[in-house]
């Protein structure tokens, strides 16, 4: 039991010695404390504030001035340097905070009438902005500051009534001009901003507007007429799904909005009509595509990017029916919605070469061009670029297809009927009691005829002409473009017996006086041969 008790003894002196050693230590923390540097004072932090403040170090002035506002909670002029900084980094609602708090405890420190008027003004309030610049005015008349920009706030109430009337008659040009305008004087107005949307998406300008809308919704992440801004962005961008998406959204916030659910049907009447027309496109039915791509166009004129790809369907249609004249309006429709429609510049320079003429040609040539300047490098396009300039090259040349009076993308059957209506036409047998005048040119039609068929109708011929090669380089297969040579060709007296298996009839054998008597020419061009 001694022993137990000499333990505790121990214990307890141990205990002891912990006191001792913890009432040291705290005495030590005690000393530490005293040791530290001193709170500031509210002057202190507010000239520290001011400090940073000048040094354009807005965002650090701030918990300075904080902290000089804790200390002293009655002085005006805290809340006043603390709007100050919250006006230079955008904070506009804290700069109201402040310049309340502050008229609230002097309601002559005109300093905060004038930052909460710049707050109010920069957000678009401009009932608040003019109001306190007349508070302003009636502390100190006589600043021209506060009347100029009071006349801007007047300013924008104007040009806002302007901007939404422009916007209600569809004039989205001028509203855009208006809208950029005022945007200068009120950065922060959500409401011009807004405006500036529609007036984007009415001039085409999808994407700028599409951006606004996501800025603002970082800050109203749920704002029911934002995603449906954005929602009309997307489907003026011609992405539905996406649209459709947030028009939900914005349904669960507003269900028995008219204006979302009118969008809604919208996008699925366009959806619907434009998959029923390329079903028929895909089945080769041209004009029952073109019908209900021309039911689409009339659903929404405004969708700009949309149209622009029906119109450039609806012309691939009448180019697969050989109605070239139709496939070019509806590509430069298209291209009037998109400039930058790389497909259509394609489709209207193939209808262009089909179509043939010098000026539909360098047309042609022109458009194949900017499409290479928009699109990745492309051995498609390339190939199709050179074609065109063989066929312009071709153009200012002796233009067979014109002599024929065919199309270039004519078929076999159509080059034998275009050659037959035009050789009879210009036979000299037919204008032997004309004069001579008239018998020497139909003689050289006769003959440009004749020479047109015999490359014409012989396929490879036909493809070296296409490409560019000369006329009279067209017999030799190696032959590249601007090359030399001769061009032999049959008689057109037998070329024209042959096709017509063995005579005219009446015509006889023979061209008549104006072929010298069916004489036959040796072939040109070929030296010794």
């Keep these: 039991m001694a022993a137990e008790r000499d333990s505790?003894?121990?214990?307890?002196?141990?205990?002891?010695?912990?006191?001792?050693?913890?009432?040291?230590?705290s005495e030590e923390s005690e000393?530490?404390?005293?040791?530290?540097?001193?709170?500031?004072?509210?002057?202190?932090?507010?000239?520290?504030?001011?400090?940073?403040?000048?040094?354009?170090?807005?965002?650090?002035?701030?918990?300075?001035?904080?902290?000089?506002?804790?200390?002293?909670?009655?002085?005006?002029?805290?809340?006043?340097?603390?709007?100050?900084?919250?006006?230079?980094?955008?904070?506009?609602?804290?700069?109201?905070?402040?310049?309340?708090?502050?008229?609230?405890?002097d309601e002559t420190f005109v300093k905060a009438y004038y930052r909460s008027a710049k707050a109010n003004l920069l957000m678009g309030n401009t009932t608040g902005a003019i109001a306190m610049f007349r508070e302003c005015l009636l502390r100190d008349a006589d600043n021209k500051s506060y009347h100029a920009e009071k006349n801007q706030a007047e300013l924008v109430?104007?040009?806002?009534?302007?901007?939404?009337?422009?916007?209600?008659?569809r004039k989205f040009k001028e509203a855009l001009s208006v809208a950029e305008s005022t945007l200068k004087l009120c950065p922060a107005a959500k409401h011009i901003k807004l405006m500036h949307v529609q007036a984007l998406n009415g001039v085409?300008?999808?994407?700028?507007?599409?951006?606004?809308?996501?800025?603002?919704?970082?800050?109203?992440?749920?704002?029911?007429?934002?995603?449906?801004?954005?929602?009309?962005?997307?489907?003026?961008?011609?992405?539905?799904?996406?649209?459709?998406?947030?028009v939900r959204h914005a349904l669960r916030s507003d269900p028995d909005n008219k204006e979302f659910v009118?969008?809604?049907?919208?996008?699925?009447?366009?959806?619907?009509?434009?998959?029923?027309?390329?079903?028929?496109?895909?089945?080769?039915?041209?004009?029952e595509a073109i019908d209900s791509y021309t039911e689409c166009l009339e659903i929404d004129p405004e969708n700009g990017s949309f149209n622009a790809k029906l119109y450039c369907n609806r012309g691939t249609c009448y180019a697969k029916m050989r109605k070239h004249a139709e496939a070019v309006d509806d590509c430069t429709r298209a291209?009037?919605?998109?400039?930058?429609?790389?497909?259509?510049?394609m489709r209207r320079a193939a209808s262009l070469q089909a179509l043939g003429e010098l000026e539909n040609l360098e047309n042609a040539v022109r458009d194949l061009t900017k499409a290479m300047e928009l699109s990745e490098d492309s051995k498609e396009l390339q190939k199709s670029l050179r074609e065109a300039k063989g066929m312009l090259k071709n153009a200012k040349r002796k233009d067979f297809?014109?002599?024929?009076?065919?199309?270039?993308?004519?078929?076999?059957?159509?080059?034998?009927?275009?050659?037959?209506?035009?050789?009879?036409?210009?036979?000299?047998?037919?204008?032997?009691?004309?004069?001579e005048r008239e018998q020497k040119v139909a003689e050289?039609?006769?003959?440009?005829?004749?020479?047109?068929?015999?490359?014409?109708?012989?396929?490879?011929?036909?493809?070296?002409?296409?490409?560019?090669?000369?006329?009279?380089?067209?017999?030799?297969?190696?032959?590249?473009?601007?090359?030399?040579?001769?061009?032999?060709?049959?008689?057109?007296?037998?070329?024209?017996?042959?096709?017509m298996g063995g005579g005219m009839g009446g015509m006889g054998g023979g061209m008549g006086g104006g072929m010298g008597g069916g004489a036959r020419r040796a072939p040109q061009g070929f030296g010794g041969f």
């Design 8 to 25: 505790d003894d121990e214990l307890s002196a141990d205990s002891d010695d912990e006191s001792e050693s913890e009432e040291e230590e």
């Design 31 to 105: 000393e530490s404390e005293e040791e530290e540097e001193p709170q500031m004072t509210w002057e202190e932090a507010k000239a520290a504030g001011n400090a940073l403040y000048t040094k354009k170090d807005y965002r650090n002035s701030i918990p300075m001035y904080t902290q000089a506002i804790a200390l002293n909670p009655t002085m005006a002029a805290l809340y006043g340097n603390r709007a100050a900084a919250h006006l230079m980094m955008g904070s506009y609602p804290k700069v109201l905070d402040d310049c309340s708090a502050a008229i609230k405890l």
């Design 157 to 169: 109430v104007e040009r806002v009534a302007r901007l939404e009337g422009h916007l209600q008659k």
């Design 204 to 246: 085409g300008r999808q994407s700028e507007a599409f951006s606004i809308c996501s800025r603002l919704l970082r800050d109203a992440p749920t704002d029911a007429g934002l995603l449906a801004l954005r929602a009309k962005c997307l489907y003026l961008q011609g992405n539905f799904e996406q649209a459709s998406n947030h």
């Design 262 to 287: 009118k969008l809604f049907k919208l996008i699925k009447k366009l959806e619907a009509k434009k998959a029923e027309g390329n079903k028929h496109f895909k089945f080769a039915r041209w004009q």
């Design 335 to 345: 291209l009037e919605l998109d400039a930058e429609y790389a497909k259509a510049l």
């Design 401 to 435: 297809y014109k002599i024929l009076g065919c199309a270039r993308d004519a078929r076999e059957p159509d080059i034998k009927k275009a050659y037959r209506k035009a050789a009879l036409k210009w036979h000299p047998d037919r204008w032997v009691s004309k004069t």
């Design 444 to 499: 050289t039609n006769f003959k440009q005829v004749s020479e047109a068929y015999e490359v014409l109708s012989d396929p490879q011929k036909r493809s070296r002409y296409d490409s560019g090669v000369d006329i009279d380089d067209l017999d030799n297969e190696h032959a590249g473009r601007g090359g030399g040579g001769g061009f032999g060709g049959m008689d057109p007296n037998d070329l024209f017996s042959m096709f």
